[in-house]
């Protein structure tokens, strides 16, 4: 048989090892050389994304907020996690009531909070389409750097109206953020993701390098894999792409529509205990981590809109928000349920309007908790 | 449980320590078949059963064939029994198929009920690995194995169990009887081989999958351009996928201690097509050549039999990939290719006036216009997508360049590799080079994958 080419006799010591080609390529390293790609291979990985925050522009103004396009780019949410511990005293996260999913970045509830403050102190950390067991891992992994700060965690009962939004159905579910949740132990029900994509997910938390190549992949190849990417684009070179500016945030989604005019009517939610709830586990354990992190915690429930519960709906959420309270209470977790927004502030089940972030803020202002809490005030 | 995934990852991780820790006593042979029952068990417990059977039947039959004087009997047990395994499970829908076809044509309202089970992964290539073993063995080339555990293994070591290489029993039995010696440099070749391997699954063959597929799914739909890429980047593909499962397979057995055969040697600088033969999928054509184009009388008996032993053995060698008559064209096409290039190189002037790279050419040309037939769903598809290459005009293609970029990277390799500059490829920086482009490439830009290899489901 012809075996063109095949040098047979690189670093072969044995000739039994002779007897059979290494290869049809060259491309062979002893242990040695291997050693040196492992060092230049873990600089380039290493390297990689820290030079790249040098060389990438990203200057959060006022009233910053992570664009909606960019909630799955949890590299750069450690960036702006970074940057924003370095420049603000209190840190609000949350999902997209905090974000402010209907409103323009500067009716957000950070914004209403600086402006009660008079100065720049309140920092907006939600990402939209976030829930309490996704930003709980968002946290662990990517928000490193909130230690010693003042932080306000807002917990939206919305995650707790149904089997569906708590994570509990047993039949499979896509939800937001699956990489973020825990993806072996506590399991969660509806997540059936396979092996592979589990402990790709567990492996990629611990690497910031492949957080940082899912950054690139987000922000400069329209979420797509560069394979991919070639296929809408097959001419053009990926290079040009990569223009090192972020996309600036948009205010595309926001609408001033109340859920009355909206037509929404109310419902009947099929509420999760808090003792059952996976959500309000999560949510838990997400404040007992910035706890440990040396973090002073202050726990913002809702502000729900009790207006769309029926009469039996009402009465079960009574009990749960205090049930959510007794539990704030016994672990000295300083809070505020604020009261229920005017009817028409709310967009949606959650989601206040622009006044009704100014509200809610001022709310927030007046609670001795806060003031004492956050505001360093009293005692 | 794909090389390329994290289950295997661990499993390797699992298996691996232990199998060093083992490897010098008589626990490493148990070791190994267990782990490599376990990989096989992952995709389907009940193959177990099959590989199981096959095994007991070719060591019982060898153990008989020592102790008889009716050893062709006990040879044609072994040959009927794998035969009939590889048509059972292999080509029963596939007959019944044209059966009920031909009783369809022949106004006859009864059809055969066709079968319901699914082709068991690696079955063609563990059942020919195993034939071979009680075929040499009557042909005196090899000694009976007594141990029924190190021809369990012999069978079903893992790194090649489902996509080979077919590897010989003179080759490996008695790599697995000797204590392997599992050196630095052995974990070493084994890592390089490795991800020279991923590299070309998932970087390479995974993409080029995306615009093949996309174009050979409709092809009714495309023009000209990119039906002639689409054919392109399946040729290549279809090489990387292959070519990289088997790289990995002798990488991962590398680092175990055992030498697996070179299976692809850059068939894409074929100068003729038994050239291409003798360097694409080289386990498979040289167990056809052994085990059926000689005994068929190979080229001793004048030209008209020995093309017809060609054609024989082509035609059986694309049945071998797979139950579908696109395979048999598919096969029967390489055949005219090797009679034309053969007489070709009778010629004086084919021999000596056309020069190699144009030779090289003409016969990449060629395999890639018979890949058509392997890849179309039907020969109605490969037909039309012959007639639309001709004549359904321009339009654009499409095509990634970065693609093309890829693939002439690495035939402009294999092109020097082959040349008196390959001196170029010794060099320590240029080969940690490319590793470390490789593996900074896998990561940044490759997308997770998951895709199988094309060839588990011959």
Known sequence: MKLNGIKTDVNMKKADQARIPFSSNNIRLSAHEWIAAAIVCSALLYLGPVLWGHLEKFDPGVDYRLPYELGNDYWLYGRYCRWACSKYDTLVVGDSVVWGHYVSSDNTLSHYLNQNAGKECFANLGVDGFHPAALGGLLRYYGRNISGKNVIIQFNPLWMISAKHDL????EHHFNHPKLVPQFFPEIPCYKDSFSKRFSAAVERYMPFFSWTSHLRIVYFENMALPNWTLEYPYQNPMSAVTLNIPAPNDDLQENVSWAEKGIAQEDFQWIEPAQSLQWRFFRQTVDLLRARKNTVFVVVGPFNEHMLKPDGYKIYQKMKSEIEAWLRQNNVA????SVLPSELYRDASHPLGRGYAMLAKQ?????????TILNEGD | MLFHTWPFALFFLIVYPVYLVLKGNRFRLPWLLAASYFFYACFNPLYLI???????VDYTVVTRMAKSPRRKMWLSVSIINNIGLLGFFKYAGFVTENLNALLSSLNISYAIPEPGFLLPIGISFYVFQSMSYTIDYYRGNIDREKSIIAYAAFVSLFPRLVAGPIERARNLLPQLHKTPKVSLQNVADGLSLFIVGLFKKVALADYLALYVDNIYAAPEQYKSAALILATFLFCWQIYFDFSGYTDMARGIARMMGFNLMLNFNNPYLATGLSDFWARWHISLSSWFKDY???????????????????????VISG????????????GAVHALGRFVTRELERTPFYKEKVPKLVKQLFVFAFVTFAWIFFRAESIGDAWLIITRIFNSGWANPNCPVWALILIFGVWIYQFVF??????IFDLAPVRIGLIVAMILYLVLFAPSSEQGFIYLQF
């Open chain 2, 418 to 423: 082959e040349s008196k500059r390959r001196w």
């Open chain 1, 335 to 338: 809070y505020c349920i604020p």
């Open chain 1, 364 to 372: 927030l202002f007046e609670n001795e908790s806060f003031k004492s």
């Open chain 1, 168 to 171: 509990q159905t047993e039949k």
């Open chain 2, 50 to 56: 099959l590989i199981g059977y096959s095994t007991l």
């Open chain 2, 292 to 314: 059926v184009y000689i005994p068929l009388g190979g080229n001793r008996k004048g030209t008209f039999n020995t093309y017809r032993n060609m054609f024989l053995t082509m």
């Open chain 2, 319 to 330: 049945l071998w990939h797979g139950a579908a008559w696109t395979f048999v064209i598919w």
